[in-house]
């Protein structure tokens, strides 16, 4: 079964500090995706990455990173030089791929990591 | 720029009301979702459609049915509204195989008193 989870609940740093956010998933799928979300106050869901089973590269975007990897089932987020516009809630989630029918890109959600930053 | 749109940004009904959410994506994806998001209990699927007319329970589907007559309209529709309803709920859509996630709405808080 997948399952996706994000064991920090909440996480405070200071403004420049590194955060990294943690996130692990379980799939029997060989064919897989992986994706962060980031929630403001506002409500809305904004997209910040994909990441497909077979690219294992890491990513960086600005003061983003993302670091995959499959032995340990793993896709964390890091966010260098925290700033407090970067205070929000953060969702890792999985899909599976293959040829499902019906139940194309079913996005699992973890839980969420609720980051504070503070001045 | 791309959009899923929520009719309502915040609502508030009473107990035993028909209530319907309305989603609307002009992205032509095949899929669409509800989800409901609760303190602690992050983003649960209730619904999800992947054609016209078509339609799939998600986790939580009790006390809620959806619509989908037209492929950019997702609808969802609170039989008789009960205060354990009350929650955040958010409509996405999705396009299949390119995967490339869900784009969501800007969500409902409703509110039953």
């Known amino acids: 079964a997948q399952k996706v989870t994000q064991a920090q609940t909440e996480i405070s740093v200071v403004e420049k500090e590194d955060v990294t956010l943690d996130c692990v998933y379980e799939?029997?799928?060989?064919?897989?995706?992986l994706f962060w979300y980031k929630q403001p106050p506002s409500g809305e869901l904004v997209f910040l990455i994909r990441r497909n089973s077979f690219d294992e590269q890491n990513e960086i975007s600005g003061r983003y990173s993302w670091n995959f990897q499959k032995s340990t089932s793993s896709f964390n987020f890091t966010i260098t030089a925290s700033q407090v516009v970067d205070s929000a809630v953060y969702f890792c989630a999985l899909s599976e791929g293959g040829n499902y029918g019906g139940s194309q890109g079913n996005l699992i959600f973890g839980k969420g990591t609720k980051l504070s930053v503070k001045p | 720029d791309v959009k899923v749109t929520q009719s309502s940004r915040y609502l508030v009904k009473r107990t035993g009301e028909k209530v319907f959410l309305e989603c609307v994506q002009d992205?032509?994806?095949?899929?669409m979702f509800w989800y409901r998001q609760d303190p602690g209990l992050g983003l649960r699927l209730i619904y999800f459609s992947y054609d016209v007319k078509m339609k799939e329970k998600g986790d939580i589907p009790e006390g809620y049915s959806v619509s989908r007559e037209k492929k950019e309209r997702f609808s969802l529709i609170l039989e008789s509204a009960s205060t354990n309803q009350t929650s955040m709920y958010l409509c996405a859509s999705s396009s299949w195989p390119e995967n490339y996630g869900y784009t969501f709405g800007s969500g409902t808080r409703l509110t039953v008193v």
């Open positions: 992205m032509d994806h095949e899929n």
């Open positions: 799939t029997r799928d060989t064919t897989y995706y």
